[in-house]
């Protein structure tokens, strides 16, 4: 029997190149003593080697269970693809990218549910109104993880949109007095053209 063919040999080959080419790039700017750069390096290098496996079993296991572990190596590999982006900012900025995470989950978490209707498909028969709640029980819990956080950043959008409406305001009446400006010297410029044409 053939632990691995062809077929899996280019699959895991694919996921090892497509993982490790963020990494290898920017590999010498992590800092040895940097603790967290370095758990988002572990968390990127064991989430590719995830899906290397999801994608190599794929080969090995009967039809009904193909889809279900492709989609999960979607998961491994999305996530690892954030991690290693997660991890350049940290290293870069030294701050938390948050917001990243944010798209990881808007990207994965579906795609978990996804993953959990073909399981619970491929050991007894489920309805397609399953698959729905949990897609729309998944798409609640992600709409309301956003409004919280928007909360928390709803002071700073809030002084942002005033400063953004007092400068407008202030644009607006310089516009304004720059276009009576106008107006008045168009005004004066007609008056003295017409004068000019009733003397001809």
Known sequence: ??????????????????????????????????????????????LVAATAFFFIETTRVEGKWKT????????????????????????????????FRYIDWLITVPLLMVEFYLILRAITKV?????????IGTLVMLVAATLVKLVTLMPRLVSSLVCSVGRTSYMKSLL????????????????LLSQQCVGL
């Open 1 to 46: 029997m053939k632990i691995l063919n062809i077929k899996g040999f280019k699959t895991a080959l694919t996921t090892a190149v497509v993982g490790f080419l963020p990494a290898a790039a920017n590999a010498a700017t992590l800092d040895p003593n940097d603790f967290v750069g370095i758990s988002f390096w572990l968390i990127s290098m064991a």
């Open 68 to 99: 279900s572990l492709t989609v999960s190596g979607l998961v491994t590999l999305v996530a690892a693809v954030h991690y290693f982006y997660m991890r350049e900012v940290w290293v870069t900025t030294g701050e938390s990218p948050t917001v």
């Open 127 to 135: 309805s397609i109104g399953i698959f729905w709640r949990l897609m």
């Open 176 to 191: 304004v007095k720059q276009v009576k400006l106008l107006q008045q010297k168009l005004q004066l410029l007609y008056n």
